[in-house]
């Protein structure tokens, strides 16, 4: 089988090169699209063996990544991004996995890979993962000016291919896409998937009272088989609770209520739910006190589920960041030999507050043992 890597890019010397070493020895050529590089990024492609080809602009991601793939000849091409890269898979792995999807689908499947994105938050740097379909068969082309997708109905299967995203950290592509999601939900004002882009770009823009008629408008109109709806569901729900106010409050109530049958095994939404119903309560302790169990049992529950990368979510959910929380919980109940034993779960798999709140109630992460 003939893997060729193909990509998109501009004005990426800082991520090219670590980019293409991540990838080099799985393919057998790298296609790369420049769309107006003025600095070092074709120079960096070349230099590393990649067919560079120069690609005018015409504000359509779709367009750029397929003039790339109308020059690939192989049978499988592997998307990625400059700002991402590669976990080790050796080939002999990756072409057993392969043979064994096409074992039983023939050609007609993608395959997804596992992405780490980093990104800021109030603990520093965390981490959440998607399942992106990146893998495509000869044939498959895009569709979609910005957040483009595979124009297929095929089915998308995990590759077990992981890769780093630090770009959310380093650059903000809100300014860049927003008049490209504008666009788009102007031509195409039925399209959720671009209610749902709309949505989360205007809240990681900080930009919240905007972002809310959109997820809302998301959520009338989303099916329950569209691969983002959770993604979607949970930054909607997230949103609410960060704008707060009895208004916001009631309407992430309705809603958790309401996606706990659907949701409900999953770590991530879990988590939001302690989140939830803690400031639930501090809204209003007289009327809310009865909720206080439901943020024990919310953490606990993500416990019992676990880690699972491959459904996506936040990184900890299923387990460090959601002991440190039950140790904000016990500590705050007056309960210190329970907090001090989430705490160190907490600590052990790494996590930098959980030692600060060991030193603070004086269990000293000095008193345990790895």
């Known amino acids: 089988m003939k893997i060729n890597l193909v990509m998109i890019v501009r004005n990426e010397e800082r991520y090219l090169e670590r980019c293409l070493k991540s990838a080099v020895h799985l393919v057998d050529h790298m296609v790369i699209t420049d769309t107006g590089s003025t600095d070092r990024t074709k120079e960096i492609a070349g230099s590393m063996g990649a067919l560079v080809l120069e690609y005018g602009w015409t504000d359509d991601f779709s367009a750029a990544r397929n003039f790339g793939l109308d020059h690939s000849d192989g049978d499988w091409n592997l998307i990625l ?10 080939r002999k792995a990756l072409e057993e996995r392969i043979s064994r999807l096409s074992d039983r689908y023939g050609q007609a499947w993608m395959g997804a890979i596992t992405r780490y994105d980093s990104y800021l938050d109030g603990d520093g740097t965390s981490v959440s993962t998607s399942l992106i379909p990146r893998f495509l068969p000869k044939g498959i082309r895009y569709s979609g000016i910005i957040h483009e997708q595979p124009d297929t109905g095929i089915p998308c299967y ?20 927003l008049p490209y999601l504008e666009k788009a939900v102007n031509m195409y004002p039925e399209d959720v998937y671009y209610r749902f882009q709309m949505a989360a770009t205007l809240r990681n823009m900080k930009r919240l009272e905007d972002s809310l008629d959109w997820f809302r408008g998301f959520y009338e109109m989303v099916p329950p088989q569209a691969g983002y709806r959770t993604e979607g569901v949970l930054s909607y729900l997230y949103t ?5 106010g009895p208004v916001c409050l009631d309407e992430a109530w309705c809603i958790i209520r309401r996606e706990k049958p659907v949701l409900g095994k999953r770590a991530d939404f879990c988590f939001l739910c302690g989140l939830f119903y803690m400031r639930l309560v501090l ?9 206080l169990p439901e943020i024990e049992s919310s953490y606990l529950e993500c416990l019992r589920i ?7 979510g936040v990184v900890g959910a299923g387990s460090f960041k959601a002991a440190y929380n039950l140790g904000l919980w016990y500590e705050v109940s007056g309960n ?14 790494g996590f930098g507050p959980a030692w600060e709140r060991l030193e603070d109630i ?3 992460p000095s008193d345990f043992s790895y």
């Open 81 to 90: 991004d400059a700002d991402e890269m590669l976990r080790f898979c050796s």
């Open 240 to 244: 609410l609770l960060d704008l707060g």
């Open 336 to 349: 210190r030999e329970k907090a001090g034993e989430y705490y160190r779960q907490s600590a052990l798999a």
């Open 283 to 291: 809204s209003d302790v007289k009327q809310y006190y009865h909720l």
């Open 362 to 364: 004086l269990v000293k």
């Open 158 to 177: 995990p590759l077990y291919l992981e890769a780093d995203h630090d770009g959310y950290i380093n650059r903000d592509k809100g300014e860049r896409n």
């Open 306 to 312: 676990g880690e699972h990368p491959e459904q996506g």
